[in-house]
């Protein structure tokens, strides 16, 4: 297969039509170069040209778009959770506090209850 080379490198080797062929050949592949306005240097970036390579390019950035917008709302979703399971911790440690003083009281009326001296003066009457 023969590579074609620049018409502006080899003007004698090239007629018009060859020329005219080239041009559209190249204006015609996948990704052509254009300069950014904010480029002082001219340096060129890709971009798609037709509409498979936007398609392509859409796609890419659609997908990267969606997996940052996935981590985000999971990212959001775990710490609700978290802070939901500190709010239960947080009820449960006061419920532990209020059951552990109601068994220390029921504990005391069982002793109350048990005193040998009580326990004689009920069987004295």
């Given amino acids: 297969m023969k ?9 004698h080797l090239w007629n018009s039509s060859q020329r ?10 996948a990704w052509s170069y254009a300069v950014d306005d904010d480029d002082p240097e001219g ?14 390019m859409r796609s890419v950035t659609i997908a990267c778009l ?9 990212h959001i979703w775990s710490q609700s959770q978290a ?6 911790y947080s009820r449960m440690v006061r419920q532990n506090k209020v059951l ?17 001296q009580r326990l004689h003066r009920i069987a004295k009457q």
């Fill in 100 to 116: 552990k003083a109601e068994n220390f009281r029921l504990s005391l009326s069982v002793a109350k209850l048990r005193d040998l």
């Fill in 3 to 11: 590579q074609l080379t620049s018409p502006s490198q080899d003007n």
């Fill in 83 to 88: 802070v939901q399971l500190g709010f239960e």
């Fill in 66 to 74: 969606l997996t940052i917008l996935g981590a985000a709302l999971f």
């Fill in 43 to 56: 340096l060129t970036t890709p971009s798609p040209s037709t509409w498979w390579g936007a398609l392509v």
């Fill in 20 to 29: 005219n062929h080239a041009v559209e050949h190249r204006a015609s592949m």
